[in-house]
């Protein structure tokens, strides 16, 4: 796709966070069931059906923009998810394993705060409202996860590691 305009790298944005979080869909549950902190795979229950739901608003502002989300891949989210793999494989102990399971999550969600971060401003710049609220909602979320996992990494999962040293 050639950027000729503001609106198509707008455009490429959502196609890139689209790719993102359908892959996303894939790869969280294989997190949760590599998780053995309770509140750790609870956490990536939970975002799983937020990012069905960001899948979901993405599709309506694709809709709203009358363009298609398909055929991109994000090369990115590719690797993230991975490295991410690679830590599931790996022989560790549960809590260590954990403690890398939230720095891959974390990785995640900075790519994804970066992208919507983008998505949004450029919204706001080209002026359509509707979106960049929606992708803001999403931004939102996003941080919130992120903070999440680091409260989550500092008030438990982290002693627990640190503690089979």
């Known amino acids: 796709m050639k950027l000729n305009t503001l609106n ?6 959502l ?3 689209y790719s993102a979080e359908t892959q996303l869909v894939k790869a969280l549950p294989k997190m949760a069931r590599a998780a053995s902190n309770e509140e750790l795979r609870s956490g990536f229950e ?11 608003r993405l599709e309506s502002i694709a809709k709203a923009g009358d363009f298609k ?6 090369k990115a989210m590719e690797g993230l998810i991975a490295e991410g793999s690679e830590l599931i ?4 102990e549960d809590a260590v ?5 939230i720095g891959a999550a974390q990785r995640v ?8 971060g983008t998505a949004r401003a450029l919204a706001i710049r080209l002026g359509y409202d ?10 939102d979320e996003e941080k919130e996860t992120n903070d999440k996992l680091t409260d989550l990494a500092t008030s438990t999962v982290n002693e627990e590691a640190a503690a089979l040293a």
């Open 46 to 56: 939970e975002h799983l059906e937020q990012t069905r739901n960001h899948v979901t």
């Open 97 to 101: 394993r954990d403690a890398g399971l």
């Open 89 to 92: 494989s790996e022989d560790a």
């Open 15 to 17: 196609k890139d966070l």
């Open 109 to 116: 969600e900075h790519y994804e705060i970066a992208g919507y």
């Open 8 to 13: 198509d790298l707008f455009v490429q944005e």
């Open 69 to 74: 989300l398909a055929g991109h891949r994000c």
């Open 130 to 139: 509707d979106a960049a609220d929606t992708l803001g909602q999403t931004l």
